[in-house]
């Protein structure tokens, strides 16, 4: 009589953090003009309360939902036309200072999120929608280190679902 929670079923197969690819065209795991994804999270979300005053107590009620932005660390590869650069200047030209109307520049886009198996079946997968960039770091240089320079984006969203549900 053991605590086996249905690990011994051929049916039962565990995520591993290190099996995902988050899809966001012509920026990330889309392509050869993309960059590799190195490090980024599922979705967060929170509620915001809703405060009742009765008589002689307080109740609460779940509000609007929050949902939190992600990280996602790219692999910063030579490319001709840098992908995450090119994506911001959709919106902003930093040489002029001037900001675009982002209604038809392609600037929000949707991403997808998918875990896999060992044999690169998807396990799990997330639509994140309306997503853009809320912050971009292209990293920190060091002449005392050989580490992989990555760009680090803070991607804000209105939304993320799990696909098929």
Request: hydrophobic share 35%.
């Amino acid at each position: 009589m053991g605590f086996n929670y249905g690990l011994e079923s051929s049916a039962v197969c565990i995520k591993r953090k290190f099996r995902w690819l988050l899809r966001i065209e012509g920026i990330s795991a889309a392509g050869i003009s993309s960059l590799p994804p190195s490090k980024s999270a599922r979705p967060s979300i929170s509620f915001k309360e809703i405060q009742v005053e009765h008589l002689n107590e307080t109740i609460y009620f779940p509000g609007k939902p929050d949902w939190k932005p992600i990280t996602l660390s790219l692999y910063d590869l030579k490319k001709s036309n840098h992908p995450v650069f090119a994506w911001l200047q959709r919106i902003y030209n930093p040489q002029s200072g001037q900001m675009v109307p982002s209604t038809d520049n392609n600037f929000i886009l949707n991403a997808d999120l998918e875990l896999y198996d060992g044999c690169g079946n998807i396990l799990e997968g997330w639509r994140y929608e309306n997503v853009w960039p809320q912050s971009v770091d292209f990293g920190e240089l060091d002449m005392g280190s050989n580490e992989i320079i990555t760009c680090d984006l803070t991607l804000r969203y209105a939304r993320a679902y799990v696909n098929g549900q």
